[in-house]
């Protein structure tokens, strides 16, 4: 019966209170006003539509710079201005990176081509450099990326 009474006196027994949160942000003393925090910055642009408009101002400027970048020899340009006009800003985006890598990078389409065929062994197999030139600005910069990557994990 001791088990019992220990038990009852146990569930009688109020659990400890705990301390009451404060919800007022602390008082300045008196005489000094409290501390005015920095103004807030512009939100940074997050969206593609954002970030477009705030580097480029139109899709048409930078639709305009992109054309002349990524047309191959034989493309017209207008076409190809049509076709990235109904493209998405993020693909916009995308392509605008790709052309300033390469262009900081390599300096040109051609110098890229020379490069990655340097790259892989096959500078004198000029029907193989001709089917580099007529690939993508995108899918040559990538193709010389993983050159790039398999020369450093080679050594």
């Known amino acids: 019966m001791a088990t019992k009474k220990a038990a009852a006196a146990a569930s009688?027994?109020?659990p400890a209170a705990k301390p009451a949160k404060s919800t007022k942000k602390?008082?300045?003393p008196k005489g000094e006003k409290p501390a005015?925090?920095?103004p807030k910055a512009k939100p940074v642009a997050r969206g593609p539509l954002a970030r477009m408009k705030a580097l480029y101002g139109t899709k048409d400027k930078l639709v305009d710079t992109l054309a002349g970048s990524l047309a191959t020899d034989g493309q017209d340009e207008g076409a190809l201005k049509d076709r990235l006009l109904?493209?998405?800003n993020a693909q916009l985006l995308k392509l605008a990176g790709v052309v300033e890598?390469?262009?900081k990078t390599y300096g040109s389409r051609d110098k890229l081509v020379d490069a990655l065929a340097k790259a892989l062994n096959r500078a004198k197999d000029?029907?193989?450099v001709a089917k580099l030139a007529s690939f993508s600005l995108p899918r040559l910069f990538d193709m010389a990326r993983a050159a790039e990557r398999r020369v450093k994990a080679s050594k």
């Open 12 to 14: 009688k027994k109020k």
């Open 26 to 28: 602390a008082a300045a």
């Open 36 to 38: 005015k925090s920095e």
């Open 86 to 88: 109904k493209a998405s």
């Open 101 to 103: 890598q390469v262009k």
């Open 126 to 128: 000029q029907p193989y």
